[in-house]
C-alpha cells in the first residue's frame, strides 16, 4: 500500500508526463494502487448514500414520480443540453486552454452522480425525482456522452472518447439494486432504516469532503493552473444551479423539486469523467486534463453546504415566524438533519 510520501512522490513524477504509454513500469504500478483505493472509497460513499436514499422512500414515490414526470425531464434537459452548452460557452469566452477545456467539457457532459440525491435530502428536496433522474442520466449517457464529446469537444481535440459504458452499466445497477434494498428495510424495519439514513448520509457526507480535499492536495499541476480553471471552477457551479433551478420555476415545479432539478444539473459524475480522460486522451497532458475535474467536485462540495446552511437557517427562521405544515404530511419518515419537525421546503 502507499503511503502519504509515496502518493506525493507519484504525482510528482508523472506531473509533466504527456502521454499514458510513457509512464514507467513502477509508476503505472503506483497508479493501479491509487486506481484501486479509489474505486474501493468511492464504492463505499455511493452505497452507503444510495442505501441511505433507499430507506427514505416508498414504492408508492415511484408511482407519483411515473404519474408527474414533468420534474425528471425537466432535469434530464438541463443537465444534457442546457449545462453542456453552457460549459461550452464558457470555455470559448474565457480562452481556456485545450488540455484544461477538455476536462470542463467532460465534466459537464457526464451523467449525474450520488451527491445530488445526497444534498437533495439535505436541503429537503425531492428524493424519488432525484434517484430517478440520476438512475436515467447514466442509461442516456451511453448515447449522449459520445455526441456531446463529439459536438463540443471536437473544438479542442480530435480523438474520439473511449466511452467506459461496462461501469456505467454496473454503476446503473448497482445504485438501483441498494435503493431498493434501503426501501424493503425501510418497509420491514422503519427504526433500522432511521438509523441508516443518519449513518448513511454523515458518511457520504465527510467522507466525499475528505476524498475531494485529497486528490486537490495530490493534484500538483493546480498551482501551474491559470486563472481561467480557477474562475470556471468558482462560477460554473453557480451557473448551472441557477439554471437548473430557473429551467423548473419557468414550467411551474414546486420548489423543492426546482432545487432538485438545479442539484442533479450541477452534481457530475466525476469517477465517469476521470475514467474517459485516462483512457482517450493520451496526446494531452492527461493530469492537466484532471484539473478541473479534481477541484471541480470539491467545489461542488463546498456549494452544496453552504446551500444546505442557509436553507436550513431560512428553515428554522420561518417556523418560528409562520409554522407552515409540511406539504407531504403523509410521509411519516423523520428527516434528522432537519432542525424542525415542520417541512417548509415548498416555501423555498
Known amino acids: ?5 509515496g502518493l506525493l512522490t507519484t504525482m510528482s513524477s508523472i506531473k509533466t508526463t504527456t502521454n499514458v504509454n510513457d509512464i514507467s513500469p513502477d509508476l503505472l504500478s503506483s497508479l493501479e494502487a491509487i486506481k484501486t483505493g479509489t474505486i474501493i472509497i468511492l464504492f463505499i460513499l455511493i452505497a452507503s448514500i444510495n442505501l441511505a436514499m433507499g430507506c ?3 414504492f408508492n414515490d415511484f408511482k407519483q414520480q411515473w404519474q408527474s414526470p414533468g420534474g425528471i425531464i425537466l432535469s434530464i434537459i438541463s443537465q444534457f443540453v442546457t449545462y453542456p452548452l453552457v460549459g461550452f460557452i464558457f470555455n470559448y469566452l474565457m480562452n481556456v486552454q485545450s488540455s484544461y477545456a477538455v476536462g470542463v467539457i467532460l465534466v459537464v457532459a457526464s451523467p449525474g452522480s450520488s451527491l445530488s440525491s445526497l444534498f437533495t435530502y439535505l436541503v429537503d428536496g425531492d428524493i424519488c425525482m432525484s434517484v430517478c433522474s440520476t438512475a436515467l442520466s447514466m442509461v442516456i449517457s451511453l448515447g449522449m456522452l459520445p455526441a456531446l464529446m463529439f459536438i463540443y469537444g471536437s473544438s479542442w481535440t480530435s480523438e474520439t472518447a473511449v466511452i467506459p459504458y461496462t461501469m456505467i452499466a454496473i454503476t446503473c445497477a448497482v445504485l438501483i439494486g441498494q435503493v431498493l ?10 427504526k433500522i432504516a432511521v438509523y441508516i439514513v443518519t449513518i448513511g448520509t454523515t458518511v457520504g457526507l465527510v467522507g466525499y469532503s475528505i476524498f475531494a480535499l485529497f486528490y486537490i492536495v495530490m493534484q500538483t499541476s493546480l498551482i501551474h493552473s491559470p486563472w481561467s480553471v480557477y474562475f470556471m471552477v468558482l462560477i460554473l457551479p453557480i451557473a448551472g444551479f441557477t439554471i437548473g433551478y430557473a429551467t423548473g420555476y419557468i414550467f411551474k415545479q414546486q420548489p423543492r423539486r426546482c432545487r432538485t432539478i438545479a442539484l442533479e444539473t450541477v452534481f457530475e459524475n466525476i469517477g465517469i469523467a476521470m475514467l474517459i480522460l485516462v483512457g482517450t486522451y493520451t496526446k494531452f497532458d492527461w ?10 467536485i470539491g467545489m461542488t462540495v463546498i456549494y452544496g453546504l453552504v446551500y444546505m446552511m442557509v436553507f436550513r437557517a431560512i428553515q428554522k427562521r420561518a417556523a418560528k415566524n409562520e409554522g407552515y405544515a409540511s406539504l407531504e404530511a403523509e410521509d411519516d419518515f423523520e428527516n434528522p438533519w432537519l432542525l424542525v419537525e415542520t417541512d417548509l421546503s415548498f416555501r423555498y
Not at 1 to 5: I, N, Q
Not at 181 to 190: D, E, F, N
Not at 287 to 296: H, N
Open 1 to 5: 500500500m502507499l503511503s502519504s510520501k
Open 56 to 58: 427514505t422512500l416508498k
Open 181 to 190: 434494498l434501503g426501501m424493503v428495510i425501510r418497509t420491514w424495519a422503519p
Open 287 to 296: 493530469i492537466t486534463c484532471s484539473v478541473f475535474p479534481i477541484l471541480y
